[in-house]
């Protein structure tokens, strides 16, 4: 169901191309639209200026008062063929001189005293509603000392403006069509162009929980979405990937809970089958209490975990001698190495700012497993040392067998182990090294294991951190 007032991409496109194309020929018709009208004010003008220059030709040759009797006909005769003229000549007494036959002229016109004309012609409209465009100005007679008499001339510009009527409905009908066409058009393209977008949906409507190995085909799909579908592709590989870690961890925990879950029911079981010795309950009882001690640091381990997933563990920073806390740790594994027949050594020094304690647990955790695939007379080796000027680094290197590249990018995942057939026969259950990733992660560091040609190193990354940085 769509959300109220949440509008398509198809419709805004669609409606952005009918603006786009009714402004474009809106702002073009209205430039046609001035252009015509000034090229008919510049016609009428032409005409208006050359009866004006006419008239002022017929006055001036005008020498006696008596001979303005004859210029109504002169001027008539000159206005003959020219429909929509109308030509006035008013004394400086206000004497009507000449004044063509149903001609109306304003009262403004009339009282123009400049011997040029109006620099803008006047435009009325006639008692009959007929507009008309006019100009006049003053023009001398050739009669000695006499007084200019006003010119006013106007001509008909119904028609002009009949047209331009026309021109503006036309020019509204085109563009209103030309949106909807360009709208509709516009629609189909979009619709077209989305089409890829709306198969990327129906893939990914049809990746399930089953089927999180099936990917967006990017091969078909325009050049603007194979980011999209790449980064969607990308999104399904994590997601099958934490499935995949899911299950795992489901099925992992459930068998490390089973065996001693069940070992604790059977014993308890054959002890309450009949009498016992005081002797035998507390072996028995000893043996539940060491099934029960190693459940509850797998709880504790997989509780920790947890708070590490969700950003809960939180370092107390502060200045750490990775070299002491090292040799710390090799002191408490000495023993283990002469009894087995391996070498353990301490090379490097470093200062790191991080948690002291959640430092040193991954570290034993590294010397642990280290110890756990060393054979006897092989050898252990922690080296320190500083990457640059802003990274500690602590590799613990064993030999040994190479592990299988293919179980490299696994090593820290939760109860993963190399060799399953040893699982039940090793001390830890198979967190410890989840746990040194976590712990790393949580001062920002990085966890790497590289093995090759009998010798396995296990690599921590950690910033120095703001502590050594206001030292």
């Given at each position: 169901m769509k959300p109220a007032g949440?509008?398509?991409i198809t419709f805004r496109l669609t409606l952005l191309f009918a603006s786009a194309s009714a402004a474009v020929l809106l702002v073009l018709g209205l430039l046609i639209g001035n252009l015509v009208e000034r090229h008919f004010d510049e016609q009428d003008m032409e005409v208006l200026q050359g009866k004006m220059e006419l008239t002022r030709h017929a006055l001036e040759k005008i020498r006696l008062a008596s001979d303005l009797q004859a210029l109504p006909q002169q001027l008539d005769d000159s206005l003959v063929g020219h429909h929509g003229l109308a030509v006035a000549v008013v004394a400086a007494s206000g004497q009507t001189l000449f004044l063509t036959h149903g001609g109306e002229f304003p009262q403004a016109l009339l009282a123009n005293t400049s011997d040029t004309p109006n620099a803008r012609p006047i435009i009325w409209k006639a008692k009959d509603g007929v507009p008309l465009r006019g100009i006049s100005q003053t023009v001398r007679t050739g009669i000695e000392d006499a007084q200019p008499v006003v010119v006013a001339v106007a001509t008909d510009i119904s028609h002009h403006e009949h047209f331009m009527r026309s021109f503006r409905s036309t020019l509204w009908s085109v563009v209103v069509l030309a949106a909807l066409i360009t709208g509709l058009l516009g629609w189909m393209a979009v619709r077209r162009g989305l089409a890829p977008l709306h198969a990327i949906k129906r893939e990914a409507a049809a990746i399930t929980a089953d089927r999180l190995h099936s990917?967006?085909?990017t091969e078909a799909i325009p050049v603007e979405l194979v980011d999209l579908a790449d980064t969607?592709?990308?999104m399904l590989s994590r997601l099958e990937d934490s499935f995949r870690r899911l299950s795992d961890f489901s099925s992992d925990i459930a068998h490390e809970l089973?065996?001693?879950?069940?070992?604790?029911?059977?014993?308890?079981?054959v002890m309450l089958s009949r009498a016992r010795t005081v002797d035998e309950y507390q072996d028995v009882l000893a043996s539940n209490a060491e099934e029960l001690e190693r459940m509850g640091k797998m709880i504790a381990d997989m509780l920790f975990l947890a708070k590490a997933d969700?950003?809960?563990?939180?370092p107390h920073l502060e200045t750490v001698d990775l070299r002491a806390e090292a040799e710390a740790l090799a002191s408490f594994y000495e023993a283990l190495a002469e009894e087995n027949g391996v070498t353990l050594t301490v090379e490097g020094n470093a200062t790191a700012g991080g948690d002291r304690l959640m430092l040193r647990r991954a570290i034993g955790n590294l010397?642990?497993?280290a110890f756990g695939h060393t054979p006897r007379g092989g050898y252990v080796r922690v080296r320190i040392g500083v990457q640059g000027d802003r990274i500690a680094t602590i590799a613990v290197e064993n030999s040994g067998e190479a592990i299988p590249p293919e179980h490299l990018p696994r090593l820290f995942d939760r109860f993963f182990r190399t060799d399953p057939s040893r699982q039940r026969l090793a001390e830890g259950v198979g967190?410890?090294?989840a746990i040194t990733r976590s712990l790393i992660q949580a001062h920002g560091g990085v966890a790497s294991v590289r093995s090759a040609k009998g010798v396995t190193v296990f690599e921590l990354q950690i910033p120095l951190g703001p502590v050594l940085a206001h030292a």
């Open positions: 949440r509008r398509s990917r967006l085909p969607l592709n990308q089973r065996t001693p879950v069940s070992t604790l029911l059977t014993q308890t079981q969700n950003d809960l563990v939180v010397l642990s497993n967190l410890g090294l």
